[in-house]
């Protein structure tokens, strides 16, 4: 029972490098989420998806695309890396409306850094 | 947009306290939820709490949506519970109901 898997773990990128950072669940949860945490602040929401097949900007969604490949995978893409990208980036799912803890389930983070 | 406020930023107990961590939000709410992120970055869901009390544990939670508060309680405080206690909300009005804002958090050091 996997949860939530966030590939890679660690990155480090030269800034306008572009990578792609890749997210799975396996708890069936129609939506899923990418968020940026930086030093001393809470997490901030950059794309969702409400359901497979849709995505919709964030909080802070300038400089990144999404995809919702399948109602499993929801990947992350820097098109060119900037140092303000630096960041721990998280993945969600959640199921609203069902179970008592919202079905709210984070991977485990990608740790990037733009130089 | 909606605010949403945590208090105290930094908090240092000895093991066995116990503790209040306060969350007020700038809006109605049709999602509030805490969270603990370990020493290790790892995010784990503690309480889905819109409204009213819940309890698991030595860890409960109140959320009073009428006056736009939520408080986490931590009793007999061990050193395995610290890490940062984040709260999250998502605004009644628009937006989906999974699309959090989070609080800055609460840094718990429980001291053996």
């Known amino acids: 029972n996997a949860g939530v898997t966030q590939t890679p773990k660690f990155q480090v990128l030269k800034t306008g490098q572009s990578m792609t950072l890749q997210c799975a669940q396996d708890m069936n949860h129609n939506s899923m989420y990418w968020y940026r945490q930086d030093p001393g602040m809470g997490l901030r929401l950059i794309y969702y998806s409400a359901s497979e097949g849709t995505t919709d900007k964030g909080e802070v969604p300038n400089g990144y695309n999404v995809s919702r490949l399948n109602k499993r995978e929801f990947s992350l893409r820097l098109e060119s890396a900037a140092p303000s990208q630096t960041s721990v980036y998280f993945c969600?799912?959640?199921?609203?409306?069902?179970?008592?803890?919202?079905?709210?389930?984070f991977g485990s983070g990608t740790r990037l850094t733009v130089v | 947009g909606i605010q949403v406020e945590q208090s105290p930023p930094d908090l240092i107990l000895q093991e066995g306290a116990n503790s209040t961590l306060r969350c007020n939000f700038s809006d109605s709410v049709n999602n509030l939820q805490w969270f603990h992120q370990n020493p290790w970055g790892q995010l784990i869901n503690l309480f889905y709490i819109p409204s009213g009390t819940k309890q698991n544990g030595r860890l409960s939670a109140t959320t009073v949506a009428t006056e736009r508060y939520s408080l986490l309680y931590i009793s007999s405080s061990q050193t395995t519970d610290s890490g940062v206690y984040f709260c999250?909300?998502?605004?009644?009005?628009?937006?989906?109901?999974?699309?959090?804002?989070f609080g800055k958090g609460t840094k718990l050091s429980v001291k053996p």
């Open positions: 969600a799912s959640s199921e609203p409306r069902t179970g008592e803890r919202n079905g709210y389930t």
């Open positions: 999250a909300v998502a605004p009644y009005y628009g937006g989906s109901q999974g699309n959090l804002i």
